[in-house]
């Protein structure tokens, strides 16, 4: 029933039939399918929760949310132009973070305008290839709200490169990094914020190129922003915050998966919809938490 | 001889410092010299130009037109031997990070950009938040702390960087009377080794342990530093003081 009206909202009835076909090879093919939908979301959870971290507590929601969007226009020419997508987003997000960080620090322009005007050029961008190239509808829709079930091996290794790119950048670079988020100015004198932070953009940049795969480019920011809201909750500490949110993420997707493959719902917005869920249920419960420890302090 | 030199030797220089911002001139044509066993006192009005003239020591603010040389360069290149406490320092109350964390970030002057903290650096920022007398509250969230306990914390990460010039921007309009007395004493043997420069409008306050005084508004009102009196001072601000 419920895989049916889904299947009319959005290839309407004559694609109907190709979408039981499709079914039952996807079936076929279960296997590994599930095999690559369980990696993605391993892999991107990593990505979210390490770089999700630093995007909550440097407040730059709103930077990763121009940067994701742009990444639009990267998908949309490589669906013109015949080659992979993946490669187009990397090179669009990559190009509007820095635009970003360059223009809202070296001009007098208002960050928050920039990141507005970066983000709609780049959806523009990818809207008008994508109409401009033949069978787009399928792609439209992948890609804007993402499908963890059809993630190809090829994109599995690639997202492991970006993966490993992160960490070690990360790993090597925190303490300049966790100088760079509390405190900038401070950060002038004992390190170097301005390139740090266009690099801390590019991490943010291949992030978004990862969770495209298995949110999509409009739901990122949930993806990038829910774990690590919730493990800032339970501890004043970045690298316990990124473990936390990591760990998080790592039970949405799967959890999310299952539930969408379950009632063949969309992968993507069942993930981030369990994981605003949870994330409402933490609000609750670090709020009663507070109040229990307030009322014990009090007697 | 030798140690003569050393007693005398000039840390920083400002050469005809002048700085504007969107055309309104800020610091007009400054030059001074700041020598190793100074203790130098900056006062002047609000709006003065005080903190733009630190930060322009720092090198965080480019001047206009002038040059500063520290120790013989430019502050740019050199710019991480110099501890600072800002004036307002706006920070994410939410940040998860603890007190020693904040001032292992001084450590960072000390190390490239691959920079991991060792024994002898969380030795070095013990001994800071011992000084200050902020050791126990070392791993509290910082924005559990109140007003006065993070101008402390603020100055134990300056004491961290191991710096050879050290600058304070109104560090004490916070701190109680018992913990400004630790900070002064702690200041006075900091100033056996290195120049110390402090913004502060309780001239009375300060005037008790600086050697030199410089009145700033928007040009340099006393141009040799020593030989503050009344007048100039008065002259500064526009109106009475007690000395
Ligand atoms: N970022 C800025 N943009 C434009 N003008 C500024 C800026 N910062 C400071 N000013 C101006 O420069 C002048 C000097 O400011 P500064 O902060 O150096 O004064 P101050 O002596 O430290 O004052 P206070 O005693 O209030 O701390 C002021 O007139 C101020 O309006
Ligand atoms: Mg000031």
């Not at chain 1, 296997?31 to 939908?37: K, L, S, W």
């Not at chain 1, 291949?206 to 501890?235: E, H, N, S």
């Not at chain 2, 011992?130 to 100055?155: A, C, F, H, N, P």
Request: aromatic share 10%; with cysteine.
């Amino acid at each position: 029933m419920f895989r049916e009206f889904v299947n009319q909202l959005f290839f309407g009835k004559e694609q109907n039939e190709k979408m039981v076909k499709l079914r039952y090879m996807i079936e076929a093919l279960q296997y590994e399918f599930m095999r690559n939908a369980l990696a993605a979301g391993i892999l991107a959870s990593i990505a979210c929760g390490i770089v999700g971290s630093y995007v909550v507590v440097k407040r730059i929601v709103f930077i990763s949310g121009g940067v994701s969007h742009s990444a639009y226009g990267g998908i949309g020419l490589g669906c013109l132009f015949d080659f992979n997508p993946v490669l187009g987003s990397t090179l669009f997000s990559l190009a509007a973070a820095l635009i970003i960080g360059v223009v809202s620090k070296e001009s007098s322009q208002r960050e928050d305008t920039v990141i507005g005007v970066i983000w709609a050029i780049g959806m523009s961008l990818g809207i008008i290839f994508i109409s401009m190239s033949p069978g787009y509808s399928a792609n439209l829709f992948s890609y804007l709200f993402g499908n963890i079930l059809t993630v190809p091996t090829s994109d599995i290794f690639i997202m492991l490169v970006l993966d490993s790119l992160i960490i070690t950048v990360v790993f090597l670079l925190y303490n300049h990094f966790l100088a760079l988020c509390f405190d900038e100015e401070f950060a002038l004198l004992v390190s170097y914020p301005q390139k740090l932070y266009l690099l801390l953009l590019c991490l943010i940049a291949l992030t978004v190129v990862i969770l495209i795969r298995v949110v999509g480019v409009i739901l990122v920011i949930a993806m990038l922003t829910i774990p690590a809201a919730i493990g800032a909750q339970f501890t004043n500490n970045l690298k316990k915050m990124m473990f936390i949110s990591t760990i998080l993420g790592i039970i949405f997707t799967t959890v999310g998966l299952s539930i969408s493959y379950i009632f063949n719902i969309a992968s993507g917005a069942t993930i981030i919809l369990f994981s605003g869920i949870t994330y409402l249920i933490s609000i609750g419960v670090s709020f009663l938490w507070q109040r229990r420890n307030f009322s014990c302090n009090k007697l | 001889m030798k140690k003569l030199n050393r007693v005398n030797s000039e840390i920083l220089r400002l050469k005809n410092i002048c700085v504007q911002y969107n055309n309104a001139t800020v610091l007009e044509n400054i030059n001074l010299s700041v020598y190793k066993t100074d203790f130098l006192g900056v006062i002047g009005p609000n709006g003065g130009g005080k903190t733009t003239l630190l930060k322009v020591m720092l090198g965080l603010i480019r001047p206009t037109t002038g040059k500063v040389e520290f120790l013989g360069n430019n502050p740019d290149k050199k710019q991480k031997h110099m501890g600072y406490v800002p004036q307002n320092f706006y920070f994410d109350r939410t940040f998860p990070i603890s007190v020693r964390d904040v001032v292992l970030m001084g450590r960072l002057a000390r190390g490239g950009l691959l920079k991991k903290f060792n024994d002898n650096d969380k030795k070095i920022v013990d001994n800071a938040l011992e000084k200050v007398g902020i050791y126990t509250i070392k791993d509290r969230q910082i924005g559990q702390l109140s007003g006065g306990q993070i101008q402390r914390v603020l100055i134990a990460r300056a004491l961290a960087t191991e710096p050879q010039i050290l600058f304070f921007d109104e560090p004490t309009s916070n701190i109680d009377r018992r913990n400004l007395k630790l900070i002064c004493s702690l200041l006075k043997i900091i100033n056996k080794n290195i120049p110390i420069v402090i913004v502060s409008h309780d001239i009375e306050y300060i005037s008790t342990f600086v050697n030199k005084i410089a009145c700033l508004n928007k040009r340099l009102l006393n141009k040799n530093l020593c030989g503050v009196n009344k007048k100039t001072i008065e002259f500064a601000y526009n109106c009475s003081v007690n000395l």
